[in-house]
């Protein structure tokens, strides 16, 4: 089942589902856990599937009890491990370690704890109380700053780096204010950070030098004025002679770009990205900013600017998690949505599995029972994502509400098409199987584009030539339907083509003579999905797979 809204004490810091970071050599991702039990294992169809021999088919699986998550082996051969020790069940905490039969080379992390802001919160109420001797040379000013930045790169928050940046600098120069811009995307300088030497924030930017200010961008180099009381370049600077400006400086924020060394150990910031201008004045002449380096305010400008750099990577990975949160619980909506209550008829059996090779996708299937027969329809739309997940779920309404009353499947066919060609323009197709089932045995379908069915009678595969064009391509299309008379025990099997176009590592399809011959040998679905998952050893679906089974029995069995 899957977990909706999980409220656990072992859930992760969002409240919503914990997760699994799988680290495999060099490279980890995250896996939001949310349905339960979760599978582990090599078959493709796992909800983790790990390409080692060592990892068994059926592997282990993770469940949801009342008391917590536990780990359970599922008979593995080379066994399951939290945190080095060979386990049969094991309830899980924050932060163990999991390994399933490969220990070398691929572990998993359940439910870290994630870091927040408070570390950078933190230190900045300890730096507040830091006092820069008078005798501090430039060094030890740089050395201050350069702490500061190495423990605020570690949390990454934006807001608090700006400040900090800000604070740092101030106490460097004496100066009594600061101010950081950054470019928007036209180009522009947009106020983001202001504060004065009391601590205070500041959020008029009207008696800066904005001239000052301009020239600086435009320069990609610091404009530095020291005692504007003793300058003759003020022609148009009328912020500095208005407010009685001693001392400007705006140095540039530079993205760092390695374009050549000087030697072997320093790289060298190119002169092009510039991200905003760090700006600092005050109304009388600073000793201390004479006492500063230029190459002191440079190192502050280039180490806020790669960590301004570092704390937007963090800000849209923050922003990828939350879509990928909100995508798991699109995807447990959609499934709750898509979820397949099978009529009971007493004259067939019918099954269908769906393994998506996203979170949400473009595959469903779905049956109703009416006067006229048992109806089912497969469909696949075109695209794989939310747009795809989004237009399934209309058209699973729209196909379900049309055979229950009893609609012929032309007409469904028809309206179909109309709806995307009317709505989507062109934008999007799906290719769909629909069939109904009649008491006597007789079978009407009708194939929009989709993968030939397979019609199974005593061990030989027949594959209906029969065909339309998908549904959404042509406005002015016509549909036909075809029949065919089944007898006890036959089966008619539909998949979409995720089965068919499955790949193995070497690239080769498992196409439709693998898909005949499985069909053929196995006496149900389980059986594709077992020799599409033998085929692929591993290799990751790229496209989702569905196989629907309909079994023609006796009135009288």
Partial sequence: MALNAISHPQSSGSGVFPALVLVQGNEQRNIVLNRTPFSVGRKVDKDLVIADPRVSRDHAQIVLEEDGFFLVDQGSKHGTFVNGERIQRQRLERNDRLEFGARDSTYAIFNPAHQSSNTAREFLSQISGIQISQEANDLEKLTLFLEAARKLNTAGVLDEILMTMLEVTLRLTRAERGYVFLKDDDGKLRLVAGRNSKGESLLDDSTISHSALEESLRSNSEFLLTDTGSSMDLVGRQSIVAY????????????????????????????????????????????????????????????????????????????????????????????????????????????????SCKEIGGDFFDAVNTKEGLAIVLADVSGKGVSAALLASTLQGMIYSHLSAGMPLLEVVTAVNRFFTDKLVGEKYATLLLARLRRDGDLEYVNCGHVPPLLVCAGEVIRPPHGNVPVGLLPDATFESSRCQLNSGDRFILVTDGVTEAENAMGDFFEDSRLEAAAAKAPNLEGIFSAVSEFCAGNPLNDDCTVVELIYTDTST
């Fill in 244 to 355: 009685d400006l001693r001392t400007v400086i705006c140095i540039p924020l530079r993205k760092r770009q390695v374009q050549a060394t000087r030697d072997a150990q320093a790289p060298v910031a190119g002169a092009a990205g510039v991200m905003g201008v760090l700006y600092v004045d005050s109304r009388f002449v600073s000793r201390d900013i004479a006492g500063v380096g230029h190459d002191i305010l440079r190192a502050i400008a280039t180490e806020a600017a790669s960590l301004m750099e570092n704390a937007r990577l963090v800000q849209a990975e923050e922003e990828s998690r939350r879509y990928q949160q909100e995508l798991t619980i699109a995807a447990s909506i959609q499934q709750r949505l898509m979820q397949v209550k099978i009529p009971e008829v007493p004259f067939a059996k019918l099954r269908g599995k769906n393994l």
